[in-house]
């Protein structure tokens, strides 16, 4: 079956402009996860979703993150007045219901110019 | 909070060696370990993952091992094929219960299998 999705695959955005960055997840699963991964380092857990839930925020760097998954399926993930360091490739995963198996989506490179 | 350590950050082996990348994990309420390889460019593939409840696990020509009053675990692969040049990441979450799982990555190896 289709695995996760992302879009877009790259972007750039000048600094100061805002980004949105959207995830399609494995058909049914309940759980949805963000991370962050900077050039030549392992993921950094973001935000977590438990169907339309946001029950954990406590990964994004600042208030110029936002997340929402509003009907339980596609998530968004906006930033907000772009920065320099916000340059990374962001991942979602999901995984059918809490812990366990998460599968990647193939990530958006985000370059703030 | 969790903080998980890996070493060798590179490694290169001849094809047909075997390798081994090894993880450390500090929170003992980890009970999950996936490892996950990296292509370039690529999304990260879960290859082979443990739960706390095995010392061992093994598929094809990769086994993991997890050691948990030592609070560590290692990737092993055996007969190494050019194409297992890659990234590898260990990572430890809270996979039971109430716990959401999110993972937390090691820095990851950087896996070179030279022909």
């Known amino acids: 079956g289709a695995g996760v999705s992302q879009s877009p695959r790259y972007k750039v955005a000048k600094r100061g402009q805002d980004v949105a960055l959207r995830c399609d997840p494995i058909s049914g699963h309940v759980s949805l996860f963000w991370y962050q991964q900077a050039l030549g380092q392992g993921p950094e857990f973001l935000t977590y979703f438990q169907n339309e839930a946001q029950l954990d925020k406590s990964g994004l760097p600042s208030d110029r993150f936002f997340a929402e998954r509003p009907e339980g399926s596609v998530s968004t993930l906006k930033i907000q007045r772009t920065q320099q360091e916000d340059s990374a490739v962001y991942l979602c995963?999901?995984?059918?219901?809490?812990?366990?198996?998460?599968?990647f989506g193939p990530g958006t490179r985000l370059t703030v110019t | 909070g969790e903080n998980v350590e890996q070493h060798p950050s590179t490694l290169s082996v001849q094809e047909g060696d075997s390798a081994v990348i090894k993880c450390t994990y500090s929170d003992s309420a980890s009970n999950y370990f996936p490892w996950y390889k990296q292509e370039l460019g690529k999304r990260p593939q879960l290859i082979i993952d443990?739960?706390?409840?095995?010392g061992e696990k093994k598929d094809q020509r990769i086994a993991v091992t997890l050691n948990k009053t030592a609070k560590h675990f290692s990737l092993h692969i055996t007969e190494t094929q050019p194409e297992d040049s890659a990234v590898y990441f260990c990572a430890a979450s809270e996979g039971y219960g109430g716990s959401q799982g999110n993972l937390i990555f090691g820095k990851g190896t950087k896996l070179s299998v030279k022909p």
């Open positions: 443990i739960r706390s409840n095995v």
């Open positions: 995963a999901s995984s059918p219901l809490g812990p366990g198996e998460q599968y």
